[in-house]
């Protein structure tokens, strides 16, 4: 079976503060592939970032970063320095090669204060 | 500009009606998905397509459903058998299904509330 489990419901950190969001996935397929989106209030995603399984490389983006580990099966993002543009649903996936589906986590809310 | 457009943003039905939503795209993608979001959910996927003229059911098909007479266009009915049709419906479309290195990329979304 495969899942993808956030286990944070909801975030709330002040402004500037630094924030992960974590995402642990399973899956028994060998390649696969990962990825955040961001749901801001207006409803539609936004894709950030997509790891496939063979790149253990962390990843930065400007505040993002984003924290792979093959061993633990966990693909976590954090913000740096928080902003408040910054509150938003963030949604982690993951996509068999198998199945071709996409499977979301539940959502992580973000809140960040001023 | 390209894009994903869904309309309407809110849409309101009476109870045994049918109602269609638009997603439209010109980033001239393959394939085509559509997504239910409940509140404090994640996404489910519904429907999907590779090509124009074929589709096919995904998690939560039953009540739903589909067409693909164009490639730009992928609209979806809610019919009255879907029994809990209140949600946020999601629109997606990616370059090529069979390849899993195709990323999926939304549009903005419509709104139905059943009353």
């Known amino acids: 079976a495969q899942k993808v489990t956030q286990a944070q419901t909801e975030i709330s950190v002040v402004e500037k503060e630094d924030v992960t969001l974590d995402c642990v996935y399973e899956t028994r397929d060998t390649t696969y592939y990962l990825f955040w989106y961001k749901q801001p209030p207006s409803g539609e995603l936004v894709f950030l970032i997509r790891r496939n399984s063979f790149d253990e490389q962390n990843e930065i983006s400007g505040r993002y970063s984003w924290n792979f580990q093959k061993s633990t099966s966990s693909f976590n993002f954090t913000i740096t320095a928080s902003q408040v543009v910054d509150s938003a649903v963030y949604f982690c996936?993951?996509?068999?090669?198998?199945?071709?589906?996409?499977?979301f986590g539940q959502g992580t809310t973000l809140q960040v204060k001023p | 500009d390209g894009g994903i457009t869904q309309s309407p943003k809110y849409l309101f039905r009476k109870e045994g009606q049918n109602v269609t939503l638009s997603c439209e795209q010109n980033l001239n993608h393959d394939a085509m998905y559509w997504y239910r979001q409940d509140p404090g959910q994640g996404l489910r996927l519904i429907y999907y397509?590779?090509?124009?003229?074929?589709?096919q059911k995904g998690d939560i098909a039953e009540g739903y459903s589909v067409s693909r007479e164009k490639k730009e266009s992928f609209p979806l009915t809610v019919t009255s058998a879907q029994k809990n049709p209140t949600a946020f419906y999601l629109c997606a479309s990616s370059i090529v299904l069979a390849k899993s290195t195709d990323t999926q990329y939304f549009g903005p979304g419509t709104r139905l509330t059943v009353l």
């Open positions: 996936a993951l996509r068999s090669v198998n199945t071709g589906k996409l499977i």
């Open positions: 397509s590779q090509i124009v003229n074929d589709f």
